[in-house]
């Protein structure tokens, strides 16, 4: 009981230790959630301001075959981390840096077109990598 | 060799590989793990943001305790309890269609049974271990 214990408050205390170091060193470590929600308003872009903008615009579809198959914004690219490498040879022949580029899911809650988005942005550097805001059935609605 | 022994070892090997292949998988990029986490909808922000950071790890430590002797029960205890939390959370979100994250790129299930299924199966092997640590000699 006394070992059980024991190596129960060893992996407790070193867990803690690794997560602070992680928080601190990792170059892919989580944005607190402090900070989250500026990055994340840089990152939304409404309907509305995409019927707004004037310039070409490169749609990726984050959601999986099924989704994509049945429906899609037009012209978008299937993209999502499930089929990562053969979308992203994809992705880069049609892509040029200019390009805004808005990622789109299933719903506001969902968050495969954020990660896309970022992974978009970790793989290319700082293009114009957006998710939209409410996901495809925002598009569909308004 | 006491049949029990491999047996032992079997477990042993399936539950330390399914965390600390978990474990390092997530570790290696704790930014898209947050988002997985995030996708549960179970969390606070913090609460989420504190679990991405710290699970993968305690995944790692867990899988390295079960094979130190004297840690080898607690290790076990932590592993069960872990994963029966994990099950909860998977049923209480059956209705999100989600990728937990779990095993990145390598290993996604194709359905909510397979998924409840393979951790039944970690969480069997944690009681087992948690109960039966290590041989006892006669």
Redesign the interface.
């Given at each position: 009981m006394k070992d059980t214990l024991k190596a129960i408050g060893f992996i407790l205390t070193a867990t803690a230790i690794a997560s602070g170091l992680t928080a601190w060193l990792h170059p892919r470590a989580p944005v607190p959630p402090s900070q989250a929600k500026s990055i994340e308003a840089k990152e939304a872009i409404s309907v509305t301001e995409v019927r707004a903008y004037l310039g070409e615009i490169l749609w990726v579809d984050a959601r999986h075959l099924e989704d994509f198959e049945a429906s899609h914004i037009e012209g978008s690219i299937l993209l999502n981390e499930d089929h990562w490498d053969e979308g992203f040879a994809q992705f880069v022949a049609y892509w040029y840096p200019e390009q805004l580029v808005i990622v789109y899911c299933n719903a506001e809650a969902c968050q495969a077109s954020k990660a896309v988005a970022r992974r978009l942005r970790q793989n290319l550097g700082e293009g114009q990598f957006r998710y939209l805001e409410g996901g495809y059935p925002a598009w569909t609605n308004q | 060799m006491d049949k029990s022994i491999i047996i032992r070892g079997g477990i042993r090997l399936f539950l330390s590989a399914s965390f600390l292949l978990s474990g390092i998988i997530k570790?290696?990029?704790?930014?898209?793990?947050?988002?997985?986490v995030?996708?549960f909808?179970l969390l606070s922000?913090?609460a989420?943001?504190?679990t991405?950071?710290?699970l993968?790890?305690?995944e790692?430590?867990?899988a390295l305790?079960l094979w130190?002797p004297?840690?080898?029960?607690?290790?076990a205890?932590?592993a069960s309890t872990i994963t029966s939390v994990f099950i909860l959370a998977l049923l209480m979100t059956q209705h999100?269609?989600l990728?937990c994250g779990c095993f990145g790129?390598w290993l996604?299930f194709p359905n909510l049974a397979t998924h409840i299924a393979f951790n039944c199966a970690l969480l069997a092997s944690g009681i087992y271990l948690t109960c039966r640590p290590a041989h006892k000699r006669s």
């Open positions: - | 570790v290696l990029d704790p930014a898209r793990f947050h988002l997985d995030e996708s909808q922000p913090l989420a943001y504190l991405a950071l710290a993968p790890w305690f790692i430590f867990t305790g130190i004297k840690a080898a029960r607690g290790s205890l932590l999100l269609d990728d790129d996604i």
